[in-house]
T-cell receptor, first 113, second 115 residues
Framework: QKEVEQDPGPLSVPEGAIVSLNCTYSNSAFQYFMWYRQYSRKGPELLMYTYSSGNKEDGRFTAQVDKSSKYISLFIRDSQPSDSATYLC?????????????FGPGTRLSVLP | DGGITQSPKYLFRKEGQNVTLSCEQN?????MYWYRQDPGQGLRLIYYSQIVNDFQKGDIAEGYSVSREKKESFPLTVTSAQKNPTAFYLC??????????????FGDGTRLSIL
């Protein structure tokens, strides 16, 4: 079993739809959870960063963490064509030498006008 | 504006050649990282550094080398020993705090191809 699994996509939705992106993980030591957006030929851009279980909202984006189920989600409301990108989940835990980050493989999202 | 600058954007390597990818940050971050990204795979850690003149191997360090002579700079050399170097290389940095982890911020990558 991989440490982090993510719905591979690709995912196509019409403009204005609600998008749900999901990751599961196996290591209960992960304490911090992140979502990144990556446009083609660009580096990942940090969208959301959270520690505790529950919801965190930022504009049209909501990050949800359920540590008991080892499951995280990113919801995008009123999706726009500019949201078309690959979305990476990431999580981290303290290791012997600083933070250890693990990334999911990414879900490619297309929002169709 | 603060950020991470990677150069060059595109790089071509000949057989038997070493090439160096540049990464500079002006975020005053302590930690710096190099990742390799291949299609359909998550980011894989090559090397990371928490402090000047110290660095640690990641999951796929073979065929790569790094240096950290300055806090702002963390160049990656892809040596001729790396037999499959074609990939998108990403540099990242993060702040180190005593309490609480901090997220990574990324540069815009270097795409390396074999001639």
């Amino acid at each position: 079993q991989k440490e982090v699994e993510q719905d591979p996509g690709p995912l196509s939705v019409p403009e204005g739809a609600i998008v749900s992106l999901n990751c599961t993980y196996s290591n209960s030591a992960f304490q911090y959870f992140m979502w990144y957006r990556q446009y083609s030929r660009k580096g990942p851009e940090l969208l959301m960063y959270t520690y505790s279980s529950g919801n965190k909202e930022d504009g049209r984006f909501t990050a949800q963490v359920d540590k008991s189920s080892k499951y995280i989600s990113l919801f995008i409301r009123d999706s726009q064509p500019s949201d078309s990108a690959t979305y990476l989940c990431a999580m981290s835990a303290r290791g012997n030498y600083g933070q250890n980050f693990v990334f999911g493989p990414g879900t490619r999202l297309s929002v169709l006008p | 504006d603060g950020g991470i600058t990677q150069s060059p954007k595109y790089l071509f390597r000949k057989e038997g050649q070493n090439v160096t990818l540049s990464c500079e940050q002006n975020l005053n971050h302590d930690a710096m990282y190099w990742y390799r990204q291949d299609p359909g795979q998550g980011l894989r850690l090559i090397y990371y550094s928490q402090i000047v003149n110290d660095f640690q191997k990641g999951d796929i360090a073979e065929g790569y080398s790094v240096s950290r002579e300055k806090k702002e700079s963390f160049p990656l050399t892809v040596t001729s020993a790396q037999k499959n170097p074609t990939a998108f290389y990403l540099c990242a940095s993060s702040k180190i705090r005593d309490r609480g982890d901090q997220p990574q911020h990324f540069g815009d990558g270097t795409r390396l191809s074999i001639l």
